[in-house]
């Protein structure tokens, strides 16, 4: 039978502009279809001037609660009543929880990452060492989320420098001394040689500039897993590199799907069909192309 809302359906609301290209509202729903529950979960463009007002009003509809994305992860924190200590760490949210008219929020980009690294490259990164190119939003959830999950090292490295010194510097204050940067080719080539994960936490190769790589392809050994957190196209040029040197590469689209599913349990408490977020992910970006 086909679901249509009603006055009981729980809403989930994603927040943010533009939102055209966000495939989390087709994700979301085919997981609540094919579980046979009654929720929706629809995309709302909302300007920084409105989101006051257009976030208070839906919290009071019958709102399970909210995805956020650009350019409002970190404004809506004011405006919310209580912070999980991981969002808190970052500094962002991307998932709201309303339970009993009080919202919650929640980071699940890092663990977004973090289980799609342990699920395709089946390795855990506690006491791993980590390279982690960027400094960007993105990089910083991850970079945090890998300090609360017990990496040992997590190297930083950014085109503007400063930025990754005060990234370094908030990781070694807020979680554990775990952290460096980078800052001279010398110590990065070390790095290489010493780090068991190698991410792109950067937009360095991203549509439509798909021959870019973010690193000199020499310093890619064999032993390396390497991840991309950019996911258009699906394989980037840097994870084409290090599959054919070899190493376990891990895509972008995973830490999507992934935080997604985080979101899912989150709002439901309901375990999502991640198999069936990962299918509707793939279509959507294949069919893009
Ligand atoms: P962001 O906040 O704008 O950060 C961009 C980062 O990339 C910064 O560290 C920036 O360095 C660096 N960068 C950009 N262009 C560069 C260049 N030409 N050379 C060297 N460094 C460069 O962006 P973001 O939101 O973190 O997103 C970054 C990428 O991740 C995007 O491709 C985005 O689509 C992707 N992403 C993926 C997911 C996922 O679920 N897979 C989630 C979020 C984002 P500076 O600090 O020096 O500017």
Known sequence: MTHYPTVTTK??????????????????????????????Y??????????????????????AGFNVTIPHKINIIEYLDELDPLAATIGAVNTICVKSGKTTGYNTD???????????????????????????????AIAMTLAFRDAEKIYLYNRTLAKAEGLSEEINCKTRPCS???????????????????????????????????????????????????????????LRTARDRGCSIVPGLGMLIYQGAAAFKLFT?????????????????????
């Open 11 to 40: 809403l989930v609301i994603l927040l943010g502009k533009p939102l055209g290209h966000s495939i989390s509202p087709a994700m979301h729903n085919r997981v609540f279809e094919k579980l046979g529950m009654d929720y929706c």
């Open 42 to 63: 629809m995309p709302v463009e909302v300007t920084e001037k409105n989101l006051k007002k257009v976030f208070s009003g839906l919290s009071a509809m019958n709102v």
């Open 110 to 140: 890092g663990e977004g990452f973090i289980r799609s690294l342990e699920n395709e490259a089946q390795i855990s990164v506690k006491g791993k060492r980590v390279l982690l190119l960027g400094c960007g939003g993105a990089a910083r």
């Open 180 to 238: 460096a940067v980078i800052a001279s080719p010398e110590s990065f080539r070390k790095a290489m040689e010493t780090c068991d994960i190698l991410i792109n936490g950067t937009s360095i190769g991203m549509h439509p500039h798909e021959d870019l790589l973010p690193i000199d392809e020499s310093l890619i050994s064999q032993n390396l897993i390497v991840a991309d957190i950019v996911y258009n196209p699906l394989m980037t040029k840097l």
């Open 269 to 289: 408490g309901v375990e999502p069909l991640v198999e069936e977020m990962s299918e509707v992910a793939h279509a959507l970006m294949t069919s893009r192309h």
